[in-house]
């Protein structure tokens, strides 16, 4: 610190080690008009990583005149993963029942990986004589993914034509890109009210190989499903080229520059707060593509204009918010290149040039009452609706089990609403006993393409899926707090339903809930004691074996020496090995449920030490 400002420097780095097994099972059903598509899979991954990155922060104020701050990080990853998978398709619930699939497949696979990346953030501003600020920001960055590999070996079974496709594909998808930016901004003090001008450019580029390898052809040793060596490569780049897949290979470059302003105007006086955003962007692209079947520089130019509104006004009792805002997206320039991908027999997917900018309008408001109790009432209703969404168009192969995707917009039909209530407070005049209550609604409908049976794609109805769900969710925590105990009595429930107005769609009910207590309490000689006992119970789901009940128990103890500078801790987490996780989605398209195995029980102990310097005067 000196006479004129204050500097600052900081700096942290992180060095970790990270070796991670995942098991994941998945049931799922494909809504069709022509009878529903069923599939089972499961999965194992185990992940080896070192990862390291170093971030430095210096910024200098003087509050009356100028800042400064600089911001320079560097990450480094490195890794492994290895991976088994197994799945199976299905025409009907019957034949899943007595095993007889349309197709199975089972694939192991070894990816490398290394990312580098260098990022550098530049700011400075003025405090001008007169009032105003200027503002400057200078930005860039470098990421290089290489080596970016991928081995996979195979074998996927068609057994109503009593066929087998064996691949073994080496998958070469190493990339790099970099990015800068220079932005710069006015603000203009009118008593209460502010007027911004910011203006900025920013450009990136992407530099990307998608070189996939069919060493199969090369029959010998490729051409058996054999574990051993799954990185086993040709000896001569000749020898590796033969293998080179035409079609299902690609490189580009893809650049892209963007200029934006946002003029905006804000009022703060009086506990009252209004801002409005008019932002506005203006993207130029050019991409250089390469494959088989295209060999073509495009362009691309596109004005996006992106709105907001906000006011915020409260006060001792009460508070209202509204916010509404516009969000533009659009297709990545390479996914609009007229490409067929069929690296993986089993999903096709041909790229659609037409597909056009997606849009989101969003609304949040907000209404809380405060109370003489110090409790309070919130009422809060969200809202999105999507205009132009990216939907799937899909077909199924009955002989083979395959399918083809192409992405298409949906114009309309796609919303979301999520309005809750939440109150807390204290239920008796000691403040000793307290509740906590949350009742939310999430409503979705969701709009999506039918799946067609062995048709063209380019060719196929636009038959359109529409589905309803109601997520209904109440929590409850009783709590109960006197010196150094505090004890909670918590539940949590929540109820899934899914319906449509499809012909063979069944009304889908699930439900998750859990229920137990919490405790913390200051035991002899400053020992801090935290445990809590919760049981976790699933219903409904089609997949019986995600209907289950887990009791889980965590634990851990504390202790401070040194004035507080140093803490041990001893934690215990599942300690009744009972814990899994479970997902369940709906869309219009069909459901899927996913059991994953969480992280494992495991007992840990901390040592934290607190250093504090103080500078001289």
Not at 309 to 317: C, G, I, P, S, T
Not at 401 to 411: E, I, K, L, P, R
Request: charged share 20%.
């Amino acid at each position: 610190q000196n006479k004129s400002g204050i500097l600052r420097e900081q700096f942290d780095a992180i060095a970790s080690w990270n070796d991670v097994t995942d098991i994941t099972r998945s049931s799922s059903e494909q809504f069709a008009s022509a009878g529903n598509i069923f599939n089972r899979s499961a999965s194992t991954s185990v992940q080896k990583e070192f990862r390291m990155n170093a971030n430095n922060q210096i910024t200098y104020t003087d509050e009356s005149k100028f800042y400064l701050q600089s911001s320079t990080s560097f990450n480094y990853g490195d890794g492994t993963n290895n991976s088994s998978s197994e799945h199976a398709t299905f025409d009907s619930e019957d034949n899943m029942s007595v095993d007889s699939p349309t197709n199975r497949s089972q694939t192991i696979s070894l990816t490398k990986f290394r990312t580098t990346s260098i990022n550098e953030n530049f700011m400075f501003g003025f405090k001008l004589p007169w009032g105003d600020i200027l503002g400057f920001n200078l930005n860039g960055s470098y990421t290089s993914n290489k080596p970016q590999d991928r081995f996979s070996l195979s074998d996927n079974e068609y057994l109503r034509e009593n066929k087998n496709d064996l691949r073994r594909v080496y998958a070469d998808s190493h990339n790099n890109s970099y990015n800068y930016g220079a932005s710069a901004n006015y603000s203009v003090m009118l008593n209460n009210w502010q007027v911004e001008l910011s203006q900025a450019y920013n450009q990136n580029m992407i530099s990307t190989n998608q070189l996939n390898y069919r060493l199969e052809r090369l029959a010998g040793l490729y051409n058996h499903f054999d574990q051993q060596q799954l990185d086993r490569l040709p000896s001569t780049r000749d020898s590796l080229l033969l293998a080179l897949d035409m079609q299902n290979s690609k490189t580009y470059r893809l650049l892209t520059r963007q200029y934006t302003g946002e003029p905006a105007l804000r009022y703060n006086h009086n506990n009252t707060y209004f801002l409005l955003k008019l932002p506005y962007r203006l993207v130029r692209e050019r991409i250089n593509y390469n494959c088989a079947s295209v060999d073509t520089t495009a362009v691309r130019r596109k004005w996006l204009v992106e709105p907001s509104l906000y006011f915020n006004k409260w006060n001792d009792k009460f508070e209202v918010s509204v916010r509404y805002a516009l969000n533009s997206s659009q297709p990545s320039m390479e996914s609009l290149m007229p490409i067929d991908n069929d690296i993986n027999p089993l999903a096709r997917r041909i790229n659609n040039p037409n597909l056009k900018t997606s849009v989101t309008h969003d609304i949040n408001s907000y209404v809380s009452f405060g109370f003489k109790n110090k409790s309070r009432l919130s009422i809060v209703f969200n809202g999105s609706v999507y205009t132009d969404m990216i939907g799937t168009r899909t077909t199924y192969n009955t002989k083979t089990g395959a399918y083809t995707y192409m992405s298409d917009n949906v114009h309309s039909g796609n919303w979301t609403l999520n309005p809750y209530i939440v109150y807390s407070g204290k239920l008796d005049k000691k403040g000793l006993f307290g509740i906590e209550t949350r009742l939310s609604l999430d409503y979705t409908k969701s709009t999506d393409f039918d799946i067609a049976y062995d048709a063209d794609i380019n060719n196929a109805a636009t038959v359109l899926s529409r589905v309803y769900t109601s997520i209904l969710r109440d929590y409850l925590k009783l709590s109960f707090q006197k010196g150094d105990l505090s004890l909670a009595l918590v539940a949590d429930a929540q109820w899934r339903n899914s319906t449509s107005h499809r012909d063979n769609f069944h009304t889908l009910n699930a439900y998750d809930y859990n229920y137990g207590m919490t405790l913390s309490y200051k035991l002899p000689l400053g020992i801090q004691l935290a445990t809590d006992l919760k049981q976790y119970s699933r219903r409904g789901y089609g997949d019986k074996s995600m209907n289950t009940d887990d009791l889980v128990w965590n634990a851990s103890l504390a202790r401070s020496f040194c004035k507080g500078r140093l803490t041990i801790t001893a934690e215990g987490f599942d300690l009744l090995h009972q814990l899994s996780n479970t997902t369940y989605t709906v869309n219009a398209q069909g459901r899927t449920e996913v059991w994953r195995n969480t992280i494992p029980n495991y007992m840990m102990m901390h040592v934290a030490y607190k250093l504090t310097k103080t500078p001289k005067k």
